[in-house]
């Protein structure tokens, strides 16, 4: 399977716990982006890699959470301290040079 | 006000009816728009993809773009079962630094009856 990945799929945690999700983009895919979607929403933008460089964050991303891409490959992001309100779908998609953004099956988290 | 608009449904329609889904936007630097199927608990994948205003067509589904009304649409004919899902519009700006960045709208769930 060539599409993106994520995993875990699922991760149930206590809040105050801190969790960590991994995307691994389409292979040469420099430009990767992480959403995150809430029942019944669509999907919000959270950050945009281009190779390892974090270029851009929304306003959404509160300092407990952050994003590596250490290698310009796989992607990491980080909850710390959850709470109930992080409990959402956590998409990563991924982009070649040009404009389509293909989405991996995302992570869905659920915070007790 | 929400950069964009779409009415959630859900919409439910019978087998081989025509389905008409719609997106309107505020933000004039809309330039790319693109229709987005998600099956329930699924990541979304990609289904249309139009930048000028006008039709674009690709075998039983029709994406049309209105850039002077802020108007976007997705037209399914002869709906299938297998078409039942939530299906997003997404759009983004493309240059002047928005990083492509995609803007969502809610979604709207379809249900397709045999």
């Known amino acids: 399977d060539t599409g993106v990945s994520q995993n875990p799929r699922h991760k149930i945690t206590k809040r105050g716990q801190n969790v960590t999700f991994r995307c691994d983009p389409i292979?040469?895919?420099?430009?990767l982006y992480w959403y995150r979607q809430t029942l019944g929403q669509g999907p919000e933008f959270l950050t945009y890699?281009?190779?390892?460089?974090?270029?851009?964050k929304s306003r959404l991303l509160s300092d407990r959470f952050s994003a590596e891409r250490p290698k310009g490959s796989f992607s990491t992001l980080e909850i710390q301290r959850t709470e109930q309100g992080d409990s959402a779908m956590y998409l990563c998609?991924?982009?070649?040079?040009?404009?389509?953004?293909?989405f991996g099956p995302g992570t869905r988290l659920l915070v007790l | 006000q929400k950069e964009v608009e779409q009415d959630p449904g859900p919409l439910s329609v019978p087998e081989g009816a025509i389905v008409s889904l719609n997106c309107t936007y505020s933000?004039?630097?809309?330039?790319?728009f693109m229709w987005y199927r998600q099956y329930s608990r699924k990541g979304p994948e990609l289904l249309m993809y139009t930048y000028s205003s006008g039709n674009k067509e690709d075998g039983r589904f029709t994406a049309q773009v209105d850039k002077s009304s802020k108007y976007i649409s997705l037209f399914i004919r002869d709906s299938q079962p297998s078409d039942s899902a939530t299906y997003l519009c997404?759009?983004?700006?493309?240059?002047?630094?928005?990083?492509?960045?995609?803007?969502f709208g809610k979604g709207t769930l379809l249900t397709v009856n045999p």
């Open positions: 933000n004039s630097a809309f330039q790319y």
């Open positions: 998609a991924s982009r070649p040079g040009g404009e389509t953004q293909y």
């Open positions: 997404a759009m983004f700006a493309g240059s002047g630094g928005s990083n492509y960045k995609l803007t």
């Open positions: 890699f281009q190779n390892e460089a974090q270029l851009e």
């Open positions: 292979s040469e895919h420099n430009r």
